[in-house]
């Protein structure tokens, strides 16, 4: 006697036997019926399974061979939102994107500064303010400004980087009006509580303690170090060191706000469903009596003058892998090389097919994705390629990252290359402005470093009339391997010999407080 369940269970067994026969027969499907007779109460049940095997089609029918990639069309026709920019009575500007298919709109405030407005002594300050924002106003408790939030389906969120402090928001347009009331709460009455505060630096000074065992922090905080030196904002952990959260009190904090958090001077990014009627009744009615203007910061000390190639070395005993970090300081977002940076950048460790994965993770296996990129700030930023490696092939890995840097410096990009990447970028465009948060990135983006709001108009042409000489000159420019520090967190004792041996630069053992801090924010 066989249950229903049984019945299901051998109709699949068929089908996938009788799946696989077509398969091995060389047939591309086939068609299978089940039929099944009996009682629903348990009675006997009768399987019937017939299968009729499908030819598969000749070639002419099935076209191309699938064995050969189809070829790139031209990039597709991209309207981009031509956004409305004014400034309020108080000083804020306002970049006003309308996109009404969806019911939902989204908000940032973009404050300039960041951690580039306080010392390096202060490190961590500007993303402490910042983290503090939602932690409590003198209207609402910590816990009560999350309940409200959620209960209006809203994401409100604070952070800070390098070169600014940001406040966002998200909802749906029918909760605009109570969810802007929000975000207006957090950024003009923040409490700053001492036992928030105190909670806050003791969360914080805990995530910095626990990324002390972390090969890539201690990698990337090394490599800041090095590039910018102790004085520069660039050369300090986001995060701040244990030492300097100790340093920070309220009265750090209250001041950080009052000259940072100002109207005059700031940006505010909105994209969706609301017109600019709707959107200044909104905002009078939310920022109502917000006055100010953002104090002017000193500017940061100058970095260190690029020296020699030198391989610095942070210990992390025990680990499995090393964490690899090589560049230098390159450039800042409003660079005429633009284009042809990003162009060089594609093709060397800036997508899956680039030159650094395919040689450190498809032909050599010594990583699971090796990659480049320029980050570039509001001061020269740096050029930075990594990888995470096995420890083993940390001396083999260095030397693949110097030769396929240098083989871009000496070489010029052969021409089925070139068009890999000027497709790669241009063909993704579209995607960078799908929802309305990707429209708030991209013109904040262009807000925070002085570019025109129409940039992004002329990005296909910009990519697509990059040369090889174009590619080969920036190269030259920026990727200079004799000027390049070399940063490796990883087991010391087994990986200083070899990487001594190689001879590639001088090895200087760095004190793993060099490498401290923490994740970032």
């Known amino acids: 006697m066989i249950s ?8 699949m067994t068929v089908r996938v036997t009788a799946m696989g026969a077509a398969a091995t027969l060389g047939l591309s499907g086939c068609s299978l019926a089940v039929s099944s007779s009996g009682g629903g109460g348990g009675g006997e049940h009768t399987v019937g399974v017939g299968v009729r095997a499908v030819p598969a089609p000749d070639s002419a029918e099935a076209g191309a061979s699938r064995s050969t990639a189809p070829p790139v069309g031209p990039p597709p026709s991209v309207t981009l939102p031509e956004p409305e920019d004014y400034r309020l009575d108080n000083g804020l500007r306002v970049i006003l994107v309308e996109r009404h298919d969806l019911p939902i709109v989204s908000l940032e405030l973009l404050f300039p500064g960041g ?4 010392s390096a002594k202060q490190a961590g300050l500007a993303a402490l303010t910042a983290d503090m924002l939602d932690e409590g106003t003198t209207t609402r408790s910590a816990l009560e400004l999350a309940d409200q939030v959620s209960l209006l389906g809203a994401t409100l969120s604070t952070s800070a980087g390098y070169d600014a402090a940001t406040v966002r928001l998200g909802v749906l347009r029918p909760r605009l009006a109570p969810a802007l009331a929000l975000m207006a709460d957090v950024v003009l009455r923040p409490a ?18 626990q990324s002390r065992d972390r090969p890539s922090v201690l990698a990337a905080n090394a490599f800041a170090r090095v590039l910018y030196g102790p004085r520069h904002p660039y050369g300090m952990p986001l995060i701040g060191t244990a030492e300097s959260l100790e340093s920070l009190g309220r009265d750090d904090v209250v ?4 000259a940072r958090y100002r109207p005059d001077g700031a940006t505010l990014v909105v994209a969706g469903d609301v017109d600019r009627p709707a959107l200044d009744s909104l905002l009078a009615r939310a920022f109502a009596g917000w006055s100010g203007r953002i104090e002017a910061s000193a500017e940061p000390p100058q970095p260190p003058e690029t020296g020699r190639r030198t391989l610095y070395l942070v210990d992390r005993p025990g ?7 090589l560049g230098r300081i390159a450039t800042g977002r409003a660079t005429p090389d633009y284009y042809p940076l990003q162009v060089l950048n594609t093709i060397l460790g800036g997508s899956f097919t680039s030159r650094l994965n395919m040689k450190l993770r498809e032909e050599k296996g010594y990583t699971y994705g090796a990659r480049s990129s320029f980050d570039m700030r509001r001061l020269p930023g740096p ?10 092939v940390t001396d ?18 052969p021409p089925d290359e070139l068009d890999q990447g000027r497709n790669y970028l241009a063909l993704r465009l579209p995607q960078r402005f799908e929802t309305v948060d990707d429209l708030v990135a991209r013109f904040a983006e262009l807000a925070l470093h002085g570019l025109p709001l129409d940039s992004y108009d002329g990005f296909v042409d910009g990519v697509e009339r990059v040369g090889a000489d174009d590619v080969l000159a920036v190269a030259r420019r920026y990727l200079d391997t004799d000027r390049m520090a070399i940063v490796i967190a990883g087991d010391l004792a087994r990986i200083e010999a070899p990487l001594k041996a190689l001879s590639v630069a001088p090895v200087v053992v760095l004190d793993r407080a060099a490498g401290a801090g923490g994740a970032g924010r």
């Open 319 to 325: 680990s499995a892998q090393s964490v690899i970090r």
């Open 192 to 209: 700053f509580t001492p036992e928030e505060l105190a909670r806050v630096k003791r969360d914080r000074t805990t995530r910095i303690l």
């Open 4 to 11: 229903l369940r049984g019945v299901r269970r051998m109709a």
């Open 255 to 258: 001041r950080f706000h009052g």
């Open 396 to 413: 083999s890995s260095v030397v693949e990252f110097l030769r396929e840097i240098d083989r871009i410096t000496r070489e010029p990009v």
């Open 383 to 392: 050029f930075v390629a990594s990888a995470a490696v096995a420890t083993p």
């Open 115 to 118: 951690a580039s407005a306080h």
